[in-house]
């Protein structure tokens, strides 16, 4: 049995991490903010090539790029302006702002604290204006650092087993979670936050990818350590999570250059110390596939239908059908505005919003995500649970999601501001939203299928998702902001119905009040 396989350790990592009153009361961490890590992976020998400065519009709506994809197999492929666009409008610098620690650079998408602990990769052929390579991101510079010269597509495409997605596509964007910048502030949990940061970072990718005309593949199934090596990364500290198949070219590579020997380049360290955090790198391990082989049969998987109502339920569904905007009627706002205008609300104003504007964004962020683990196409790992709070047209109350039904199952009528508020780790912000929308998976037939990469898969599609969910928000110009949560109380909130998932991630959303920092 390989330890894909050993279901265990993502069951002892997810009950570990935890978040419930006692054990945030008892946890004796503090944020040590003189060893606060650098925000950004510098490698100070190499000369990053400058990306252009002007970020071309597609002037695609926000609404249709969430919500629809390229077909697979269509012919394209990006320009260098269109690689600046994806980069910037995914991980670029949008803002800054002065803070007692220091100065933050706020990013295009979202991310727990602030850290930014994606960082960003892209493999190509030779395209317009970019020779074939490896780079790294800067976002600090806003450019390209080259780690190596030549076409390494091979390398990927003989790394994922021959996915044909990526074997096809002129780029690959290769994302990688480094442990210990966001573990300074949230310890063992940042295993979690891989996946929600990495998925709200792709939310924005897929949406200018679509937006561009460009066929997207979300790869979670690769042999980790030979993308790690293609990119010399250190392991113990930073690892590939997905790749993203971008665009599709007439025929594979050319056969790569054979050296992938290590580049020993130097990187500033992020810290004067880092604290390590086993659990994590336990729970990465267990999660690693080892061979072309076990790729194979990890994506060889059998489909899984997913429905939020539970096996053996016989009551008939008692359901709000939702109303949302037909293309004709979305708002138009561009995704490149919608996204610069995103960042995530400080304060709600407990004033409602509608049910057509609930609805839009619900039914346009679960449209479908292109990802190898997400099979037939449309499939959803994550089942969506609300606390109504104020939506004009739809009594205050708990409700589950039925996608696809576009329906809104009432499971209990009343006022849970209170609740909301507490659940969301007992912030004001879920209590002041309009809704909070839990994202809650069943754990069991999900790790059964994947194994332990299956943790990987369902928390990565709960960024994505939420992602969208930001953007459908902030496209009506409605905000909206992640939220963590306490776990168990999630689950037994939502319970009977919610009874034996598990509690993946939380997007509130709402009209965004002014607020005083
Ligand atoms: C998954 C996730 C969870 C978050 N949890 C919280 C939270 O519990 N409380 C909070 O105030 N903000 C939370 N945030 C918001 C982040 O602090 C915010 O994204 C970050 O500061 C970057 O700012 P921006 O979103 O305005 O660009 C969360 C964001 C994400 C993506």
Known sequence: MTDNR???????YHDATKHSYASVRANPHFMDWANQPLPFKIYPALEPLRLPGEVRQTGVAALSAIAESVPARTSAAPDLEAVTQLLYLSAGITRQRNHPGGEIY?????????????????????????????YHFAPAEFGLRKLRAGDYRRVLLEATSGELAIGYAPLTVICTCT????AWKYQSRTYRHFGWDNGTLLANLLAVATALGLSTQVVCGFVDANVNRMLDIDPLREVAFSLVALGHAAALPPPSPADISPLSLETVPLSRREVDYPLMRKMHAASSLDSGEEVKTWRAHPSMTNSP????SVVPLQGVQLSPLS?????????????LRRGSSRKFSQTPITLPQLSTMLARATRG????????????LNDLYLIVNAVEGLPSGAYVFHRNRGQLECLKPGNFRAEAGYLGLE???PADAAVDIFFLADLRPILQRFGNRGYRAVQLEAGILGGKLYLGAYAQR??????????DDVIRFFSPHAEGKSAIFLVAVGNSAKHKP
Not at 6 to 12: K, M
Not at 179 to 182: E, G, K, L, Q
Not at 309 to 312: D, K, N, S
């Open 6 to 12: 050993n279901l265990e350790t993502a069951w002892t």
């Open 106 to 134: 706020f990013r295009a998408a979202a991310c727990t604290g602030a850290l930014y602990e994606v960082e960003l990769y892209l493999v190509c052929g030779d395209l317009a204006n970019l020779q074939a390579g490896i």
């Open 179 to 182: 442990y210990w910048r966001n």
């Open 309 to 312: 109502t539970p096996a053996g």
């Open 327 to 339: 293309d004709a009627e979305i708002p138009r706002d561009p995704i490149e505005q919608v996204i």
């Open 369 to 380: 995500v292109p990802a190898d683990f997400l099979d037939p196409p449309g499939a959803q």
């Open 427 to 429: 912030q004001q912000l």
């Open 478 to 487: 409605l905000g909206a902001t992640g939220l963590t949560f306490y776990d």
